[in-house]
């Protein structure tokens, strides 16, 4: 059973930065490639970057120069830090896996930017 946990979310200002986790467990982790999405209130679910098992990296045009995926396959654990944050950047954060053709979620951290 494949379990995804985020942490790392917060109140943070405009401009500023945060640094989000999602530590993997019950998974092939290194063989996987793993994804943020995130959701703001009243939205839908959106894409925001992903990071293949080779570490080939993509991201949404929103946040392309402000947001890196990064992975440490020893500690099974995914990364996105998040800078230059905007006001509409605010909403909750998920990664997000394919395993075994099933997909997987975490719970989510809720990210806000507010002054």
């Known amino acids: 059973q494949v379990q995804l946990a985020e942490s790392g979310g917060g109140l943070v200002q405009p401009g500023g930065s945060l640094r989000l986790s999602c530590a993997a467990s019950?998974?092939?982790?290194?063989?996987?490639?793993m994804a943020w999405y995130r959701q703001a209130p009243g939205k839908q679910r959106e894409w925001v970057a992903t990071i293949t098992s080779g570490e080939s990296t993509n991201y949404a045009d929103s946040v392309k120069g402000r947001f890196t995926i990064s992975r440490d396959n020893a500690k099974n654990t995914v990364y996105l830090q998040m800078n230059s944050l905007k006001p509409e950047d605010t909403a909750v954060y998920y990664c997000?896996?394919?395993?075994?053709?099933?997909?997987?979620w975490g719970q989510g951290t809720q990210v806000t930017v507010s002054s």
């Open positions: 019950g998974s092939i982790f290194s063989s996987n490639a």
């Open positions: 997000h896996t394919f395993e075994r053709g099933l997909g997987y």
